[in-house]
């Protein structure tokens, strides 16, 4: 079983920062795909963007050029750098486990975090 956490959520101010984090099980995240995803209330559960296992990374048009995701396989953790954030960024993230990474997009996988809530204000 695949445990995922996120951490790093919080209220922002507009062009702010913050950096999320999904810790996994040792070990869990050295071969697979992650994908992060996002909630609003009364939208649907959209992703954002994705990491493979060797670092390449996708992201939807809206955050380009102001995220990033990162991993670090060692500690089983994937990153999600959030730059110049706007307060239609705020929702809760989540992360994703397991999917089909392609360099376009990300099929989400069967295991999800918790998700940790993003507040940016105007």
């Known amino acids: 079983q695949v445990r995922l956490v996120e951490s790093g959520g919080g209220l922002v101010q507009a062009g702010g920062s913050l950096r999320l984090s999904c810790a996994a099980s040792p070990g869990t995240f050295r071969a697979g795909a992650v994908g992060w995803y996002r909630q609003a209330p009364g939208n649907i559960r959209a992703l954002v963007g994705s990491?493979?296992?060797?670092?390449?990374?996708n992201y939807v048009d809206s955050v380009k050029g102001r995220f990033t995701i990162s991993r670090d396989n060692a500690k089983s953790t994937v990153y999600l750098q959030m730059n110049s954030l706007k307060p239609e960024d705020t929702a809760v993230y989540y992360c994703?486990?397991?999917?089909?990474?392609?360099?376009?997009?990300?099929?989400?996988?069967?295991?999800w975090g918790q998700g940790t809530q993003v507040t940016v204000s105007s």
């Open positions: 990491v493979n296992s060797r670092g390449g990374t």
């Open positions: 994703n486990y397991g999917g089909i990474w392609t360099a376009t997009e990300y099929v989400q996988g069967d295991y």
